[in-house]
């Protein structure tokens, strides 16, 4: 088949599915299949093609894209169009994948139901009464929904792993630093990751492979060489691994009995390939949550403050007097609750007086919390663990209740506030017939032995 044929159906698809799903804030039908047609032409003329030749990408709206718009689903960006490709966009239009448009979100990655996008819910592919997960949660149900065979999400405490689990699909948080953030609209800049989503982790490994490595234009990039993925997912010896099972997470409060369940099952497939399971805790596991909650908001409160209505975005012109109340009221009309919420608690916790109680404090936390991993992975190879303590919840079950969404976050924010890779992967059905997700972290840099595990299942 041509690549302008399966661009065809991929945008047919995405035309059959976004009534009841409303996965995607823009598809660009005319590039995707101008790209296409290229690669056909291309490969006609026998001339060499990338490694995702023809293969139909969606991204999500928080990465910059020169061609389409960039709204992280905020009214604040609505017309936004970048001068610019993120660096991840650029390595996917190098590695000749046809990207079709752009996916829903929570505003600015705040949330973790897609429920606060300014555009419209995303619905669960699974069950349109159910919310597929946030912030990628467009992303994730893009690919749930058979639109799309790969796309990409950004994690910062969570968004890549939790909609792949809501969603029944794979995705993947790399190390902090492993994949380049130019071009990523910064939510908490010390904790987001663009990452891979899809069926399986041997497609996570091609399209992390695609994206991943050293990149001068984000500081925080290492320069590191970067493994051949996929060849990591060919084998399925697992003897002579050790797993760390974080039995504590079992025990949690809210915890369903499903997701008890699916690790379990885990815990036995993976005995069964050879692997050892041995218990491991992570003390500090109490604080990743509160620790969170106070980074991710300070951060957030310091990179939001680029939208003044003068630099970017939208900018009032109604009740505007003088400089201030443009500021004012360009933010109040840009902006949604969730993202004033964050900016507010965010302010205090950074304010003078206060920061030494808030955010000075949630830092040393954090180094706490680096060395519980630093210790767990002195004895074991990866940890084992769920992704969310529920599958998918109800539509508008959590939404007024912020404290209950933050609760979304439980086992997910450990690994972005250490910088470690994890993974979710699909570990069965409810009885609902909802998936379940479970979740695989490891040690700096290793997203091969993750993959490699993830894909013996
Ligand atoms: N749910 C978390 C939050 O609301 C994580 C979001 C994310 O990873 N972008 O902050």
């Not at 003329?45 to 894209?65: H, I, N, R, S």
């Not at 405490?157 to 953030?181: E, H, M, N």
């Not at 409810?430 to 013996?456: H, M, N, Y």
Request: charged share 25%.
């Amino acid at each position: 088949v041509s690549a302008v044929e399966i661009a065809q159906k991929a945008l047919d698809a995405i035309e059959a599915s976004q009534p009841r799903h409303h996965s995607f804030t823009f598809v660009d039908r005319e590039g995707a299949l101008r790209v296409a047609k290229s690669v056909d032409q291309r490969r006609a003329a026998g001339e060499d093609l990338g490694p995702l030749a023809g293969v139909p990408v969606a991204v999500k709206d928080v990465l910059c894209t020169q061609d389409m718009p960039t709204t992280c689903s905020s009214e604040m960006l609505r017309d936004f169009r970048p001068p610019y490709d993120a660096t991840v966009v650029e390595r996917l239009r190098r590695a000749d994948a046809v990207i079709v448009g752009k996916t829903n979100m929570d505003e600015f990655a705040m949330g973790a139901s897609t429920e606060t996008s300014a555009f419209g819910i995303t619905r669960n592919p699974w069950d349109t009464d159910r919310t597929p997960g946030g912030s990628s949660g467009g992303a994730a149900a893009a690919v749930a929904a058979g639109t799309v065979p790969l796309s990409l999400g950004t994690d910062t405490g969570g968004s890549i792993r939790q909609p792949s689990a809501f969603c029944g699909v794979t995705g993947l948080k790399p190390t902090y630093g492993r994949v380049s953030r130019y071009g990523l609209v910064a939510f908490a800049s010390s904790l987001d990751q663009v990452g891979p989503i899809a069926w399986s982790a041997d497609e996570c490994a091609l399209l992390l492979y695609t994206i991943a490595g050293f990149e001068p234009r984000d500081s925080t990039s290492l320069d590191q060489p970067v493994p051949d993925y996929a060849a990591a997912t060919k084998s399925k010896d697992l003897r002579g691994l050790k797993i760390g099972l974080l039995r504590e997470s079992l025990d949690a409060e809210g915890i369903s009995h499903s997701v008890r369940a699916a690790v379990r099952d885990a815990i036995k497939v993976l005995a069964d390939l050879g692997a050892e399971i041995i218990d491991v805790e992570l003390p500090h596991r109490e604080y990743w949550v509160p620790t969170y909650y106070v980074i991710a908001p300070s951060e957030a409160s310091s990179n939001l403050s680029r939208y003044d209505g003068a630099h970017y975005g939208h900018r009032a012109s109604e009740g505007v007097t003088d400089l201030l109340s443009m500021y004012c009221r360009s933010r109040a009309e840009g902006f949604g609750d969730e993202v004033k919420r964050r900016i507010m608690v965010g302010t205090y916790a950074l304010s003078e007086g206060y920061a030494d109680e808030y955010y000075n404090k949630a830092l040393k936390v954090r180094r706490l919390i680096r060395g519980d991993y630093d210790a767990a992975f002195s004895q074991v190879d990866l940890l084992l663990g769920p992704v969310t303590p529920t599958p998918a919840f109800k539509l508008g079950e959590k939404v007024d209740d912020p404290i209950q969404m933050y609760l979304c976050d439980l086992f997910t924010v450990g690994a972005n506030l250490a910088g470690v890779p994890a993974i979710s992967l699909p570990g069965g059905f409810d009885e609902q017939g909802l998936p379940v997700g479970i979740q695989l972290q490891g040690p700096p840099l290793e997203e091969g032995r993750l993959l490699f595990v993830a894909s013996a299942f």
